[in-house]
């Protein structure tokens, strides 16, 4: 199976950054179809990246522009619906009806599908994970068996222009203040885009993966808490986290839910109900070895201390 072009939705996020980036490094052009093609200009400084803009949850309107491709990525999905009350059942399950249904009458036989770990329509605890479970299901339901589908399910994921170390580094930076921290204990086994984009990679033209789903995790287990120590500790700060209990948890989430924004919400809340860490993890199987946290993201969140301290010692010598 040769694959020259890949159209991508949500190719303009940031996981869609590095998988579109990788791509293009292979020789593989990509099409990103996105809504707002003037905010993702730095896109269209890749070679081989085109950028167009289409009503992506119409079939008709995503048809077209599969004629000159060989296979189809979906990356879109929200964390938050805001006041749309149907956002999430929009973005993670209509929107794929639409691109099966585009991808059966253009004749593409090949897509790639982003789920998240936890996904599962029946046991979902939040909307989030309710509907992106819908999603994969029917993706892997309406492909069959003409489109070959797999689906990836990964845990947190970090990286260069990640919404996760980059947000805690964000409001701990805000001001010397004791942190609230919702949820402490919640786990995650935060995984590196690079790795995830590399399973997208292996996986385009592997006949092995058809059909399947694959739980893409880091090698190390943290709590909520320790993440955030991390994060502190890696931009040399020293912030006393305050462990809210699970009352005082759902309470901030219902309070920071209503602000501009939604940087917390009860379905964030919901979602952090249940662990999100691998049983077992697929990307072993998949030949790629998981990058750890201490690899990265001293990387991109700014100095350590240590290196401060030599980065000084320079200057002063
Ligand atoms: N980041 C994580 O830690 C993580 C963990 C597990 C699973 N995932 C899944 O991985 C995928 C990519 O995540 P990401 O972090 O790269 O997200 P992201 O940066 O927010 O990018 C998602 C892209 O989806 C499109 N999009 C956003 N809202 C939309 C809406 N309401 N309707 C249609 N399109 C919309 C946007 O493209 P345009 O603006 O160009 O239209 C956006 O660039 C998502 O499906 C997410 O659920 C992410």
Do not use: W
């Not at 890949?6 to 590095?18: A, E, Q, R, T, Y």
């Not at 149907?86 to 253009?106: D, S």
């Not at 995650?188 to 739980?215: C, E, M, W």
């Not at 049983?279 to 998981?290: F, T, V, Y």
């Amino acid at each position: 199976m040769k694959i020259n072009k890949v159209c991508i939705l949500g190719g303009s996020g940031f996981v869609g950054h590095h998988i579109t980036s990788k791509l293009v490094s292979k020789g593989i052009q990509c099409l990103v179809l996105t809504r707002n093609p003037e905010q993702h200009k730095d896109l269209r400084v890749l070679p081989g990246v085109q950028l167009l803009t289409a009503n992506i949850f119409d079939a008709e309107a995503i048809k077209p522009h599969l004629a000159s491709c060989d296979a189809f990525i979906n990356l879109v999905g929200i964390l938050n619906e805001g006041r749309n009350k149907q956002g999430f059942k929009q973005a993670h399950v209509n929107l794929v009806e639409a691109a099966i249904k585009a991808c059966h009458t253009a004749g593409i036989s090949r897509l790639l599908h982003m789920s998240a770990l936890n996904a599962n329509p029946g046991q979902g605890p939040s909307r989030y994970l309710f509907t992106k479970g819908e999603g994969e299901n029917l993706a892997h339901k309406l492909g069959h068996p003409n489109i070959n589908i797999t689906s990836f399910r990964p845990s947190v994921i970090f990286g260069s222009g990640d919404s996760f170390f980059n947000r805690f580094a964000d409001l701990l930076s805000l001001a010397p203040i004791p942190f609230p921290l919702a949820c402490p204990d919640a786990r995650f086994a935060p995984v590196y885009v690079g790795d995830v984009a590399d399973a997208f990679i292996h996986t385009l033209t592997d006949s092995k993966s058809f059909g399947q789903r694959y739980n893409l995790c880091g090698p190390r287990i943290f709590t909520l808490e320790e993440l955030v120590h991390y994060t502190a500790q890696q931009l040399g700060l020293k912030r006393k986290i305050i462990r809210l209990s699970d009352r005082a948890s759902r309470l901030q989430a219902e309070i920071l839910g209503r602000m501009p924004g939604q940087p917390f919400s009860i379905d964030n809340y919901l979602s952090m109900q249940v662990d999100s860490i691998c049983q077992h993890n697929n990307l072993l199987e998949l030949g790629i070895a998981p990058k750890d946290i201490d690899d990265v993201v001293p990387l991109y969140l700014g100095f350590t201390s240590k290196q401060r301290r030599l980065s000084r010692q320079r200057q002063a010598g």
